[in-house]
């Protein structure tokens, strides 16, 4: 069995982080060059650019870096870093999607790419505006899709590795896209439903931000189906952690912390865990109050606290403590006796770590 060593110290992420930003730095920065080149408008690349310097975890690509070393990966980094430096272009694809159907305002605390985009509108306030930034945010989104593409293309993989990593990739984009149209289809369903917001959180977290990219890093350094599986036994309880701890900061957190205001997933209602497991066991009229205010578009703060009380009065916010605490704690089970290098358990454990506890 492999244990890692109290004086076993952990990969250095930061350093991987740094020529993750570095590489899609100089990728984005040549792209309105190129646009104005060929007298083309330079919003789409400016948006992207200003979407990926607002920061971010860049979980996926310090994941996919990871899974790379878990796996033994040796000699050039470019290809791993190349490779990671796409997923995030990919997320960004997701994500500016993501905020069109959410209908948000703000991400990463700055204003989201649709509603930067409508104050270019001649009559920026009107509904016009609006729909005229959604457009041209859906184009910006697919422009990601299409630049991860290049950018993985460019990454040059060992030939041995490329099938493999197709295959990875190719299940991940259509393991969250299914998990999104799942998350667009829960609110149609019962309230009470928490299979459904279960589902969601596996196809749309757990397997998108953890599990494939660090499958994606693996095979790059050659890792056959035994370690893959290992680390999944890792990858998907964590994940789900993660996403659960999403759900309470997003009713829960400090918006100055979190980039987004509380009041986004209650106005949308988004069906989480945390909003199932009240409705299950809600009294009669704090059931009255979840199906009037949950999903108002016109939720003010006020109305949004009498939601939280209703969510610690019956319980769900303590449960689903208990679930990120309990989906933590397998996914460290998960790591012993693995055959993973000392020094990637203990960055593993060290992530795991930071995304239940985090305020982010």
Same mark, same amino acid.
């Given at each position: 069995m492999t244990v890692p060593s109290l004086t076993v110290q952990p990969l250095d992420l930061g350093a991987a982080q740094t020529h993750v930003d570095e590489v899609l730095h100089d990728f984005l920065h040549l792209k309105p060059q190129a646009a104005k080149a060929d007298g083309l408008p330079e919003d789409i690349p400016?948006?992207?650019?200003?979407?990926? %310097?607002? +920061?971010?975890?860049?979980l996926r690509p310090l994941l996919c870096v990871l899974g790379w070393?878990?796996? +033994? &990966?040796?000699?050039?980094?470019?290809?791993?870093?190349?490779?990671?430096?796409?997923l995030e272009l990919f997320h960004a694809f997701c994500l500016t999607h993501d905020d069109i159907m959410d209908r948000s305002a703000t991400r990463r605390g700055q204003s989201t790419v649709h509603r930067t985009l409508a104050t270019r509108h001649p009559d920026p306030d009107s509904r016009a505006a609006a729909w005229w930034g959604t457009c041209g945010a859906i184009l910006a989104g697919d422009m990601a899709l299409a630049w991860c593409e290049e950018l993985l293309d460019s990454a040059e993989p060992p030939p041995a590795c490329r099938t493999a990593l197709r295959q990875v990739l190719a299940a991940m984009r259509q393991e969250v896209i299914y998990g999104q149209y799942l998350d667009l289809l829960a609110p149609l369903g019962p309230a009470t439903d928490l299979n459904t917001a279960l589902r969601v959180i596996r196809y749309k977290r757990a397997k998108y931000t953890v599990e494939r990219p660090l499958h994606? +890093?693996?095979?790059?350094? +050659?890792? %056959?189906e035994v370690l893959l599986e290992s680390l999944s036994r890792f990858a998907l309880p964590l994940g789900e952690a993660f996403q659960l701890r999403d759900d309470l900061l997003g009713v829960f957190g400090n918006p100055q912390q979190t980039g987004k205001p509380v009041l986004d997933d209650l106005r949308e209602g988004k069906h989480t865990v945390l909003l199932a497991l009240a409705a299950q066991r809600a009294t009669g009229a704090q059931q009255t109050l979840l199906t009037h205010l949950v999903g108002d578009p016109g939720l003010d703060e006020t109305s949004a606290a009498r939601?939280? %009380?209703?969510?610690?009065?019956? &319980?769900?916010?303590?449960?689903?403590?208990?679930?990120?605490?309990?989906?933590?704690e397998q996914a460290l089970t998960a790591l012993e006796g693995t055959p993973l290098p000392p020094a990637a358990i203990v960055t593993l454990r060290r992530i795991a770590a930071l995304a239940v506890e985090r305020a982010s």
């Open positions: 400016r948006q992207l650019r200003r979407f990926l %310097d607002a +920061g971010g975890k860049r070393h878990a796996a +033994g &990966g040796r000699g050039k980094t470019g290809p791993i870093v190349r490779t990671a430096a796409a994606t +890093g693996a095979v790059l350094a +050659g890792a %056959d939601i939280q %009380d209703v969510l610690k009065a019956t &319980g769900a916010r303590t449960t689903v403590e208990s679930m990120i605490a309990a989906r933590y």
